[in-house]
Protein backbone atom coordinates (compact mmCIF):
# COMPACT_ATOMS: atom_id res chain seq x y z
CA UNK A 1 0.00 0.00 0.00
CA UNK A 2 1.34 3.42 -1.23
CA UNK A 3 1.47 6.11 1.48
CA UNK A 4 0.41 9.83 0.41
CA UNK A 5 3.38 12.17 0.11
CA UNK A 6 2.93 15.38 2.15
CA UNK A 7 3.19 18.79 -0.34
CA UNK A 8 5.37 21.16 0.87
CA UNK A 9 4.34 24.37 1.15
CA UNK A 10 5.98 27.12 -1.21
CA UNK A 11 7.07 30.30 -1.03
CA UNK A 12 5.27 32.86 -3.43
CA UNK A 13 6.20 36.03 -3.82
CA UNK A 14 6.50 39.21 -6.01
CA UNK A 15 9.35 41.82 -6.32
CA UNK A 16 8.62 45.11 -5.98
CA UNK A 17 11.57 46.68 -7.30
CA UNK A 18 14.42 45.50 -8.61
CA UNK A 19 16.66 46.79 -6.06
CA UNK A 20 14.77 46.16 -3.07
CA UNK A 21 11.54 45.04 -1.57
CA UNK A 22 8.95 42.22 -1.97
CA UNK A 23 5.74 41.13 -1.36
CA UNK A 24 4.95 37.71 0.29
CA UNK A 25 1.93 36.15 -1.12
CA UNK A 26 1.20 32.87 1.23
CA UNK A 27 -1.84 32.66 3.23
CA UNK A 28 -1.66 33.26 7.84
CA UNK A 29 -1.63 29.49 7.94
CA UNK A 30 1.25 28.61 5.54
CA UNK A 31 3.09 31.48 7.46
CA UNK A 32 2.29 30.76 10.77
CA UNK A 33 3.11 26.38 10.35
CA UNK A 34 6.60 27.68 10.32
CA UNK A 35 7.89 26.04 7.52
CA UNK A 36 9.30 28.47 5.77
CA UNK A 37 11.20 30.71 7.62
CA UNK A 38 14.35 29.97 6.36
CA UNK A 39 13.83 31.36 2.78
CA UNK A 40 11.79 34.09 4.19
CA UNK A 41 15.16 35.41 6.05
CA UNK A 42 17.01 34.53 2.81
CA UNK A 43 14.52 36.22 0.76
CA UNK A 44 14.79 39.34 3.29
CA UNK A 45 18.88 39.23 2.81
CA UNK A 46 18.34 39.89 -0.89
CA UNK A 47 15.36 42.45 -0.71
CA UNK A 48 15.84 44.27 2.35
CA UNK A 49 12.43 44.66 2.59
CA UNK A 50 9.13 42.14 2.51
CA UNK A 51 5.72 43.19 2.74
CA UNK A 52 2.25 40.52 3.59
CA UNK A 53 -0.55 42.62 2.61
CA UNK A 54 -3.11 42.43 5.07
CA UNK A 55 -2.32 39.93 6.34
CA UNK A 56 -4.45 40.98 9.86
CA UNK A 57 -1.86 39.14 12.09
CA UNK A 58 -3.28 39.65 16.06
CA UNK A 59 -0.61 39.91 18.30
CA UNK A 60 -0.47 36.26 19.70
CA UNK A 61 0.05 35.38 15.64
CA UNK A 62 2.47 38.32 15.07
CA UNK A 63 4.59 36.38 17.77
CA UNK A 64 4.52 33.07 16.85
CA UNK A 65 5.84 34.20 13.24
CA UNK A 66 8.08 35.88 14.33
CA UNK A 67 9.56 33.01 16.44
CA UNK A 68 9.43 31.05 13.23
CA UNK A 69 12.02 33.19 11.82
CA UNK A 70 14.80 33.25 14.42
CA UNK A 71 15.72 34.39 18.15
CA UNK A 72 13.05 36.67 19.24
CA UNK A 73 14.20 39.79 20.33
CA UNK A 74 12.39 41.15 23.45
CA UNK A 75 12.18 44.66 24.51
CA UNK A 76 14.14 46.38 27.49
CA UNK A 77 11.31 45.74 29.84
CA UNK A 78 10.46 42.32 29.02
CA UNK A 79 7.53 42.85 26.47
CA UNK A 80 6.95 41.15 23.45
CA UNK A 81 5.02 43.70 21.64
CA UNK A 82 6.46 47.08 21.46
CA UNK A 83 3.63 49.72 20.58
CA UNK A 84 5.02 52.55 17.88
CA UNK A 85 3.11 55.72 18.99
CA UNK A 86 3.91 59.01 19.25
CA UNK A 87 1.22 59.18 22.32
CA UNK A 88 2.79 59.21 26.02
CA UNK A 89 -0.31 57.34 27.56
CA UNK A 90 0.79 54.74 25.07
CA UNK A 91 4.48 54.86 25.13
CA UNK A 92 6.68 55.95 27.50
CA UNK A 93 9.28 56.25 25.33
CA UNK A 94 7.56 58.79 22.34
CA UNK A 95 9.52 61.50 22.54
CA UNK A 96 12.20 59.51 21.02
CA UNK A 97 10.53 58.27 18.40
CA UNK A 98 9.92 61.71 16.74
CA UNK A 99 13.83 60.56 15.45
CA UNK A 100 12.31 57.91 13.25
CA UNK A 101 11.12 60.52 10.84
CA UNK A 102 14.82 60.17 9.68
CA UNK A 103 16.91 57.68 7.86
CA UNK A 104 17.87 55.45 10.10
CA UNK A 105 18.65 51.78 12.12
CA UNK A 106 18.30 50.18 15.18
CA UNK A 107 20.69 49.25 18.16
CA UNK A 108 23.66 50.88 16.90
CA UNK A 109 24.76 50.76 20.31
CA UNK A 110 24.18 47.30 20.64
CA UNK A 111 27.19 44.83 20.17
CA UNK A 112 25.03 43.03 17.43
CA UNK A 113 22.02 44.96 16.79
CA UNK A 114 18.77 43.27 16.05
CA UNK A 115 18.80 41.45 13.06
CA UNK A 116 15.07 42.24 11.75
CA UNK A 117 11.76 44.29 12.72
CA UNK A 118 8.35 43.39 12.23
CA UNK A 119 5.79 46.20 12.16
CA UNK A 120 1.96 45.24 11.77
CA UNK A 121 -0.50 48.81 11.31
CA UNK A 122 -3.19 48.85 13.50
CA UNK A 123 -4.73 52.35 13.22
CA UNK A 124 -3.51 54.19 10.24
CA UNK A 125 -2.11 58.17 10.35
CA UNK A 126 -4.17 60.22 7.81
CA UNK A 127 -4.38 59.44 4.17
CA UNK A 128 -0.81 60.68 2.56
CA UNK A 129 0.45 60.77 5.92
CA UNK A 130 2.33 57.84 7.96
CA UNK A 131 4.41 55.99 5.14
CA UNK A 132 7.18 54.20 6.11
CA UNK A 133 10.38 54.44 3.79
CA UNK A 134 13.16 52.03 3.72
CA UNK A 135 16.46 52.34 1.79
CA UNK A 136 19.15 48.90 0.71
CA UNK A 137 22.25 49.85 1.93
CA UNK A 138 23.52 46.15 0.70
CA UNK A 139 22.60 48.08 -3.04
CA UNK A 140 23.93 51.42 -2.19
CA UNK A 141 27.38 49.92 -1.27
CA UNK A 142 27.74 47.84 -4.16
CA UNK A 143 26.45 50.91 -6.76
CA UNK A 144 29.30 52.59 -5.40
CA UNK A 145 32.42 53.69 -8.07
CA UNK A 146 35.60 52.30 -6.90
CA UNK A 147 37.12 55.40 -5.93
CA UNK A 148 34.16 55.82 -3.40
CA UNK A 149 34.28 52.33 -2.15
CA UNK A 150 37.96 53.30 -1.66
CA UNK A 151 37.32 55.99 0.06
CA UNK A 152 35.17 54.39 2.79
CA UNK A 153 36.65 51.39 3.29
CA UNK A 154 39.00 52.32 5.92
CA UNK A 155 36.73 55.24 7.21
CA UNK A 156 35.04 55.25 11.06
CA UNK A 157 32.01 57.17 12.53
CA UNK A 158 30.79 58.24 15.42
CA UNK A 159 27.23 57.17 16.40
CA UNK A 160 25.14 58.35 19.77
CA UNK A 161 21.60 59.56 20.21
CA UNK A 162 22.21 62.30 20.86
CA UNK A 163 22.69 62.98 17.16
CA UNK A 164 19.68 61.46 16.34
CA UNK A 165 18.22 63.62 18.75
CA UNK A 166 19.28 66.93 16.97
CA UNK A 167 17.40 66.64 14.36
CA UNK A 168 14.24 67.13 16.34
CA UNK A 169 15.34 69.36 19.12
CA UNK A 170 18.18 71.50 17.01
CA UNK A 171 18.61 73.90 20.44
CA UNK A 172 18.45 71.88 23.62
CA UNK A 173 18.96 73.03 27.17
CA UNK A 174 22.05 72.36 28.08
CA UNK A 175 19.86 69.52 30.72
CA UNK A 176 18.66 67.90 27.60
CA UNK A 177 22.27 67.58 25.88
CA UNK A 178 23.47 65.57 29.49
CA UNK A 179 20.51 63.29 28.90
CA UNK A 180 21.32 62.65 25.72
CA UNK A 181 25.47 62.35 26.02
CA UNK A 182 24.28 60.15 29.08
CA UNK A 183 23.34 57.08 27.19
CA UNK A 184 27.15 57.24 25.26
CA UNK A 185 28.28 57.26 21.80
CA UNK A 186 30.09 54.30 19.64
CA UNK A 187 32.45 54.05 17.12
CA UNK A 188 31.25 52.29 13.89
CA UNK A 189 33.02 51.09 10.40
CA UNK A 190 31.38 52.89 7.67
CA UNK A 191 31.42 49.52 5.62
CA UNK A 192 29.87 46.84 7.36
CA UNK A 193 31.55 43.30 5.93
CA UNK A 194 29.15 40.67 6.74
CA UNK A 195 30.08 36.96 7.37
CA UNK A 196 28.31 36.14 4.56
CA UNK A 197 31.16 38.55 2.19
CA UNK A 198 28.04 41.06 1.45
CA UNK A 199 28.97 44.78 2.42
CA UNK A 200 26.80 47.58 3.27
CA UNK A 201 26.56 50.93 4.02
CA UNK A 202 26.66 51.74 8.19
CA UNK A 203 25.03 55.62 8.06
CA UNK A 204 21.80 57.05 9.21
CA UNK A 205 21.00 60.16 11.69
CA UNK A 206 23.17 58.77 14.48
CA UNK A 207 26.03 59.35 12.65
CA UNK A 208 27.70 62.51 13.69
CA UNK A 209 31.00 62.80 12.51
CA UNK A 210 33.96 60.67 10.69
CA UNK A 211 37.11 60.00 12.71
CA UNK A 212 40.02 61.73 11.69
CA UNK A 213 37.99 64.08 9.59
CA UNK A 214 37.13 67.66 9.85
CA UNK A 215 34.05 67.97 11.01
CA UNK A 216 32.76 69.93 8.13
CA UNK A 217 34.26 67.33 5.74
CA UNK A 218 33.14 64.55 7.61
CA UNK A 219 29.15 66.19 7.66
CA UNK A 220 29.50 66.42 3.72
CA UNK A 221 30.89 62.63 3.15
CA UNK A 222 27.67 61.51 5.64
CA UNK A 223 25.02 63.67 3.90
CA UNK A 224 26.34 62.45 0.36
CA UNK A 225 26.56 59.07 1.27
CA UNK A 226 23.21 58.87 2.68
CA UNK A 227 21.26 61.11 0.08
CA UNK A 228 23.30 58.55 -2.77
CA UNK A 229 21.82 55.14 -0.63
CA UNK A 230 18.08 57.06 -0.29
CA UNK A 231 17.60 57.89 -4.08
CA UNK A 232 15.13 56.30 -5.89
CA UNK A 233 17.35 53.39 -7.27
CA UNK A 234 17.48 52.35 -3.52
CA UNK A 235 14.41 52.79 -1.91
CA UNK A 236 10.33 51.63 -1.32
CA UNK A 237 7.98 53.75 0.32
CA UNK A 238 5.03 51.87 2.29
CA UNK A 239 1.85 53.11 2.07
CA UNK A 240 0.15 51.58 4.61
CA UNK A 241 -3.56 49.35 4.98
CA UNK A 242 -4.81 47.86 8.24
CA UNK A 243 -3.60 44.49 8.48
CA UNK A 244 -0.23 45.01 6.76
CA UNK A 245 2.46 43.35 8.02
CA UNK A 246 6.15 44.64 6.98
CA UNK A 247 9.52 43.39 7.89
CA UNK A 248 12.67 44.55 7.11
CA UNK A 249 16.32 43.60 7.64
CA UNK A 250 17.69 45.88 9.66
CA UNK A 251 21.46 44.82 9.17
CA UNK A 252 21.37 45.82 5.63
CA UNK A 253 18.86 48.68 4.97
CA UNK A 254 17.77 52.20 6.26
CA UNK A 255 14.16 53.01 7.68
CA UNK A 256 12.17 56.16 8.43
CA UNK A 257 7.95 57.21 8.94
CA UNK A 258 7.18 60.25 6.82
CA UNK A 259 5.65 62.74 8.29
CA UNK A 260 1.95 62.44 10.19
CA UNK A 261 -0.14 64.50 12.95
CA UNK A 262 1.48 63.27 16.30
CA UNK A 263 -2.22 63.57 17.84
CA UNK A 264 -3.62 60.98 15.02
CA UNK A 265 -3.74 58.24 16.94
CA UNK A 266 -1.14 56.25 14.80
CA UNK A 267 -0.40 53.28 16.21
CA UNK A 268 1.98 49.81 15.05
CA UNK A 269 2.92 46.93 16.51
CA UNK A 270 6.70 46.05 16.48
CA UNK A 271 8.21 42.67 17.20
CA UNK A 272 12.11 41.76 16.40
CA UNK A 273 14.76 38.81 15.89
CA UNK A 274 17.75 38.99 17.24
CA UNK A 275 20.98 39.63 15.67
CA UNK A 276 23.86 37.00 14.88
CA UNK A 277 26.71 39.10 14.35
CA UNK A 278 28.44 42.39 15.32
CA UNK A 279 29.24 45.22 12.94
CA UNK A 280 32.40 44.80 11.79
Not at 62 to 73: E, S
Not at 240 to 263: C, E, F, I, Q
Request: charged content about 25%; hydrophobic content about 40%; aromatic content about 10%.
Amino acid sequence: MMMATQELTALRSEEIKPKIGARVLNSKEELLAGDLGGEIMDLLEHRGVLVFPEINFNDEEHVAFTNTLGKFAREMRGEEIYKVSLDEKQNATAEYLKGAFFWHFDGFMSPMPIRASLLSAKVLSPPGTGRTEFANTYAAYEALSDEDKALVADLRAVHALAATQLDVTPEPTYEQWQEWRAVGRKELPLVWTHKSGRKSLVIGNSAHNILDYDPLDGEELLIRLRSFATGPEFTYSHDWKVGDLVMWDNTGSLHRATYYPLDCGRMMHRTKIEGDEPIV
